[in-house]
């Protein structure tokens, strides 16, 4: 039977590095998913939703070995695990809408071979 998602977090705790893997493969696919939903297509242009899981798992492990967590059942778990996500989404949207960055401002430009086309920014504009 598998353990728990905060025995797993006490056993990586406690050093253990498969606890720590144990996690990563509990909740990545359920979190790629998460963030998937929330990218516009602009943003999803941009950014892939792997590394922002990637970041939202470093941020629970750093976050969580600094004692700034504790989990009191499983569901306490996933509940931070959306939480950081949603953030960092949310966030990451902010900074792609800054000025010279702003996804909005994307345009297509148009080819002869639709596979030539490139996402460009109108700066200056």
Same mark, same amino acid.
């Given at each position: 039977m598998s353990d728990s998602s905060s025995e797993l977090i006490e056993r990586w705790r406690d050093g253990d590095p498969d606890a720590a893997t144990a996690l990563y493969e509990r909740y990545t696919n359920r979190l790629a998913?998460?963030? $998937?939903?929330? #990218?516009?297509?602009?943003? &999803?242009?941009?950014?892939?939703?792997? %590394?922002v899981v990637?970041?939202?798992? $470093?941020?629970? #492990?750093?976050r969580?070995? &600094?004692?700034?967590?504790?989990?009191? %059942?499983?569901?306490?778990?996933?509940?931070?695990?959306v939480t950081i996500a949603l953030n960092k989404v949310r966030n990451k949207a902010r900074?792609?809408?800054?000025?010279?960055?702003?996804?909005r401002r994307d345009v297509r430009l148009s080819t002869s071979k639709p596979h030539d086309d490139w996402i460009v920014s109108r700066l200056g504009q």
């Open positions: 998913q998460l963030v $998937r939903q929330h #990218f516009n297509e602009k943003l &999803a242009n941009r950014l892939e939703p792997e %590394d990637q970041s939202v798992m $470093r941020s629970m #492990f750093r969580t070995r &600094a004692g700034e967590f504790q989990f009191d %059942d499983d569901s306490d778990v996933w509940k931070l695990l900074f792609n809408r800054a000025a010279k960055r702003d996804v």
